[in-house]
């Protein structure tokens, strides 16, 4: 009978082949590395995690999200997996699911960053500008483990701005070319705020 620990060892040596072959540049062999990762012992929550990561970098966000989902179910602390499963959801036009998917995060401190991000980024979709803004400076601001989550939350702030600023057209009207470039910047801003990075090496919370 293999031990946990075995497990756990055979788990981190594919993580670790994986990204040595993303940093070649060979995308195919990473994901085949991590979904052996993910399928160790039934189901290794880090492995889920990080190809879940790699499926969404490769717009597969249905296979993404069913990943993470898987993770944290085995991992529910696993914040940095659960914030980024709510992020897909909030961008795929679910708030509810993301709200939902982060509802543990009401248990953390009112410092907590993740928790401050989550609290910024519901807001944001209610149209709460000010309370979003706050927030998401606040976790920015305390938020000295996962780094690049305040580069995302940057852009996040970015968008908020935008949003402010935005005039509606006269008269509701809008020229047929107006039209398709705000269809082409909501696909760009949606593809901007879902976290694409692995954020690999981050600590888990």
């Not at 946990?4 to 994901?31: C, M, N, V």
């Not at 944290?72 to 795929?92: D, H, K």
């Not at 979003?132 to 938020?143: F, P, Y």
Request: proline share 4%; aromatic share 4%; charged share 20%.
């Amino acid at each position: 009978m293999t031990d946990h620990s075995d497990l756990a060892s055979q788990a981190d040596a594919l993580i670790q082949a994986s990204q040595a072959a993303s940093a070649r540049g060979d995308t195919a062999e990473a994901t085949r590395l991590l979904e052996q990762a993910a399928a160790v012992g039934g189901g290794h929550p880090v492995g889920l995690w990080l190809l879940g990561a790699e499926y969404a970098e490769a717009r597969r966000y249905e296979e993404a999200e069913q990943c993470m989902t898987r993770a944290i179910e085995l991992a529910p602390n696993m914040g940095v997996c659960r914030f980024q499963l709510g992020l897909m959801q909030l961008t795929s036009g679910r708030p509810q699911q993301a709200a939902q998917t982060w509802t543990p995060f009401d248990e953390l401190p009112e410092e907590e960053p993740l928790r401050l991000f989550a609290v910024g980024l519901l807001a944001m979709v209610r149209g709460e500008y000010d309370l979003a803004t706050a927030a998401l400076q606040r976790g920015i601001a305390l938020n000295a483990t996962v780094l690049p989550l305040n580069r995302d939350m940057q852009m996040v702030l970015g968008e908020i701005d935008r949003l402010r600023n935005e005039v509606p057209p006269a008269d509701g009207q809008a020229t047929t070319e107006g039209n398709a470039q705000t269809e082409e910047a909501e696909e760009t801003d949606s593809d901007a705020h879902v976290l694409l990075t692995a954020y690999r090496g981050s600590q888990l919370q």
